[in-house]
């Protein structure tokens, strides 16, 4: 099973913009979601692939909904965690870029 890594992040991606401009990314509804215990598996049926998800990473899938804006995205990171607002956009961003990259959003 194919793991997630920091290293295929981008250095620039299209979603590091101001936030309030951004709109949420979506979910692409053919990959389904499995939650387990402190971790989630998805699984795109295009491709076969499979990508498991910490905690973080579950909480920004599934925030990727058509009605909401990446900063709702940022605010559940902060209120997840209870942490700063530059760190949870900044987790955000590589969460977002991470699901892009691997084509489990919708462009």
Known sequence: MPQLSTDSYPLTSPW???EALLPCPSQRSDVSLQILDDEALLFDSATGGTFRLNRTALIVWEGCQPTRTYSDLVDDVCNEYEIDRATASDHVQQMVAML???????P
């Not at 892009?100 to 919708?106: C, F, R, V």
């Open 16 to 18: 590091v913009l101001e």
């Open 100 to 106: 892009a990259n691997n084509g489990l959003l919708n």
